[in-house]
């Protein structure tokens, strides 16, 4: 099984601060990379497709980048809006698996 | 709009078994490979499993901690999407998530149904 490492587990910043998040799998995965946003009690919705494509819908200030075995989500201007919990996930190989997790809370 | 609405979550006791369902619409439902995941109280997200559309052979594909007690199925003339859960475990307690995918991966999802474990 392909295995996701999420980087950090949680942080905090504040509104207007630029946030990374890290994503690195076990194994190379192409681009098959999407990251979800996911609001206490909601369901995930997806933000970044295919490692750097943006979801339609999607403001701008997130992005993706990389492809085989490290990827990032940044989010380059924090909104009130985008405290929450972020996820990666390999569509590359089954069984798919997700990333920790990443906890972004305010400061 | 694409949507889909998961339902039949509940109680059930270790042991036992429980079906859950996911109602498509807004997209082409023959055409479409769905996914199942599910989410642990307090956890991360899992993947369960998926299936392909039948016209791309309808096969299904699952997590280790579940293949040979779930069943994933579907009923193309209901556009509805089926998790049949049989020998449950208390580990098995989570909200479960039905998504269609596009570009190869899950989207969107529904709100979730919850199964809770326990004896």
């Known amino acids: 099984d392909i295995q996701m490492t999420q980087s950090p587990s949680s942080l905090s910043a504040s509104v207007g601060d630029r946030v990374t998040i890290t994503c690195r799998a076990s194994?190379?995965?192409?681009?098959?990379l999407a990251w979800y946003q996911q609001k206490p009690g909601k369901a995930p919705k997806r933000l970044i497709y295919?490692?750097?494509s943006l979801q339609s819908g999607v403001p701008s200030r997130f992005s993706g980048s990389g492809s085989g075995t490290e990827f990032t989500l940044t989010i380059s201007s924090l909104q009130p809006e985008d405290f929450a919990t972020y996820y990666c996930?390999?569509?590359?190989?089954?069984?798919?698996?997700f990333g920790q997790g990443t906890k972004v809370e305010i400061k | 709009e694409v949507q889909v609405v998961e339902s039949g979550g509940g109680l059930v006791k270790p042991g036992g078994s429980l079906r859950l369902s996911c109602a498509a619409s807004g997209f082409t439902f023959t055409n479409a490979w769905m996914t199942w995941a599910r989410q642990a109280p307090g956890k991360g997200l899992e993947w369960v499993g998926r299936i392909k559309s039948k016209t791309d052979g309808g096969t299904t594909e699952y997590a280790a901690a579940v293949k040979g007690r779930f069943t994933i199925s579907s009923d193309d003339s209901k556009n509805t999407l089926y998790l049949q859960m049989n020998s449950l475990k208390t580990e098995d307690t989570a909200v479960y998530y039905c998504?269609?995918?596009?570009?190869?991966?899950?989207?969107?999802w529904g709100p979730g149904t919850l199964v809770t474990v326990s004896s």
């Open positions: 998504a269609t995918m596009s570009h190869g991966s899950p989207d969107p």
């Open positions: 194994q190379g995965i192409r681009n098959d």
């Open positions: 295919a490692a750097s």
């Open positions: 996930l390999q569509h590359n190989s089954y069984p798919r698996t």
